[in-house]
């Protein structure tokens, strides 16, 4: 099976014109040379039939109408084609075309017949299965051209054998992982303007070494690559490359030309220090569960609460980090919980690939109660004849009780062994941290917030008449058996509780100015 040439895709859009459907304006009428008022009256219509025609391309409601996403030039051509036939020579059709946008069309080769397209000034070929080209097969007089998500690994895959008019090359959405001395200056005085999108470059050192060959580049995108994740990642290229006019969509501003000077003395540092910081800073409204008497009880359970974060995307990241931290901490009811420093988890990511395909997957933040079970150390289970002759405990010292939970919950657990673990989701969000990534911003904050609900269980217990209370006993049983059966019905159901809330920040470790970069350099003990 031969593959596709854009050629061939080309004609295939250019009989979506239908030129030969059109009628032969003028064609019905007679002339008759004995008469020349005639001729002008024949002229005069076929005037009048030639705006019509015209107004029925541009109808939305015609049956002629048509809208042509390929190129822009369509609507002149066919104006062109039905003012005066002679004007279109099929055999030279692409010399009407100033611009060409075929996308999506599987399109796998740029063959020699662009040459053709000599007034051609802009090809657009995203989308398509295009793996390499030789620049040498296109016209002159291009100006703009895109081979943004194409299939393109190794960018010498694309040929380029002598200067080149190019003004904008759109490589966004491909695989290149480096540039590999392609942009050599000769070659590419007119280039302006390049688009490197979400490619895998990550060598940001030699990346911005092959930039400086471009004397003439004012616009460079580089987002959603890896190496936009190394702190002082904007300062080095601004510093490096002066003719900037615009990193990442976003123009250069004269105090971002003072902030950033000298940066490109520290840039060997930039490929080792990659990381971001997850802060939770708060959690509010927590309900804490009511735990057991622990007094000489052989067996035991605490309420643990972690906070911790996972992929979105069903990706192993298992050994992509030099450092992992998990925030856990017990926590009291209903209280406003300030987390400081254990609410911090850090990631130095071994690979900045790695880095930014979790960037691109997102995460999702989870609140998680665990309930772990103790058992004391060489705690045998009791037979079953003691099982039966063991009476229930009294609660005569329910106070002094109390008191021992308290030291139970910092002490006790030295004399247990951990058994089993049981986790409960209480919380959970869903992170984007693409903007991260387009360069928008390097911080993240958010407030999620939670419906929560309680069992009521536990307040069965608290609403039963007491037997040492005769008087509360009475009341309760004069009230009828409705209300009985409604209060009852009200316990099964879960009690509302005020909204969960979380106060998170997340923040790639970035530089906005070199005080900033030496701070870090220091108390890190990194050398330059």
């Known amino acids: 099976m031969s593959k596709k040439s854009v050629s061939e895709a080309f004609f295939t859009q250019l009989k979506s014109l239908r030129l030969n459907e ?57 104006e062109k084609y039905i003012r005066d036939r002679s004007s279109i020579d099929f055999r030279n059709i692409e010399r009407h075309f100033s611009n060409l946008r075929l996308n999506s069309l599987d399109i796998q080769i740029v063959d020699e017949y662009v040459r053709n397209f000599i007034n051609l000034e802009e090809l657009i070929l995203s989308c398509n299965l ?5 620049l040498s097969n296109l016209p ?24 080149t008019s190019i003004q904008h090359f759109g490589l966004a959405y491909n695989s290149i992982e480096n540039l590999d001395t392609f942009f050599n200056p000769k070659h590419w005085e007119s280039l302006v303007s390049l688009d490197l999108t979400s490619n895998t470059l990550h060598d940001l050192t030699n990346l911005i070494i092959e930039l400086e060959n471009l004397k ?3 616009v460079l995108i580089l987002s959603r690559n890896p190496c936009v994740l190394y702190p002082g990642y904007r300062g080095l290229v ?9 990193l990442d969509d976003s123009p250069i501003k004269k105090e971002e030309r003072i902030n950033y000077q000298d940066f490109k003395l520290y840039r060997e540092i930039f490929t080792h220090h990659a990381e971001i910081l997850f802060d939770f800073k708060r959690i509010k409204n927590l309900i804490f569960p009511e735990l057991p008497d622990f007094d000489d009880e052989p067996e035991i359970f605490v309420y643990k609460y972690v906070i911790r974060f996972k992929f979105i995307a069903d990706t192993d990241f298992d050994d992509c980090y030099e450092e992992k931290f998990e925030c856990t901490q017990e926590f009291d009811p209903m209280t406003n919980i300030d987390l400081s420093e254990k609410g911090l ?46 009476k229930k405990p009294e609660k005569k010292e329910e106070k002094k009780e109390v008191k021992k939970k308290k030291k139970t919950i910092q002490s006790l657990l030295d004399n247990y062994n951990k058994v089993n673990v049981e986790e409960k989701v209480l ?29 009521n269980a536990f307040l069965k217990q608290s609403l039963a008449p007491s037997k040492n209370d005769p008087k509360k006993a009475k009341k309760n049983e004069k009230g009828s058996k409705a209300d009985k059966k409604k209060s009852e019905a009200d316990l099964q159901e879960p009690t509302e509780q005020p909204p969960l809330e979380i106060d998170f920040k997340l923040q790639v470790l970035d530089f906005v100015e070199l005080e900033q970069l030496k701070s870090y350099l220091s108390d890190n003990e990194i050398n330059k």
């Open 238 to 246: 601004i510093d490096s490359l002066p003719n900037l006019f615009s």
């Open 345 to 390: 988890v850090n990631l130095k990511f071994k690979s900045i690939i790695n880095l930014r395909d979790f960037m691109l997957n997102g995460t999702k933040i989870e609140l998680i109660e665990r309930k772990c079970f103790y058992q004391a150390k060489n705690y045998q289970p009791p037979a079953e004849d003691e099982l039966k002759k063991k």
């Open 216 to 218: 003439n580049l004012r």
């Open 22 to 78: 059109y009628p032969i304006i003028g064609s019905y009428v007679k002339k008759d040379s004995r008469k020349p008022n005639e001729f002008d009256e024949y002229e005069k219509e076929k005037a009048d039939q030639i705006v019509e025609m015209i107004d029925l391309i541009k109808d939305q409601k015609s049956p002629w109408h048509e809208t042509y996403i390929w190129s822009r030039d369509c609507d002149s051509i066919r």
């Open 140 to 163: 002159n007089s291009l100006k703009i051209f895109d081979l943004s998500a194409n299939l393109i690994q190794n960018i010498q895959d694309i040929i380029v054998k002598s200067r």
């Open 130 to 134: 295009i793996t390499g080209c030789n």
């Open 427 to 455: 919380a959970s969000f869903d992170l984007e941290l693409i903007p991260l990534l387009d360069g928008l911003t390097k911080i993240i904050e958010k407030n999620f917030q939670s419906k929560q609900k309680i069992e």
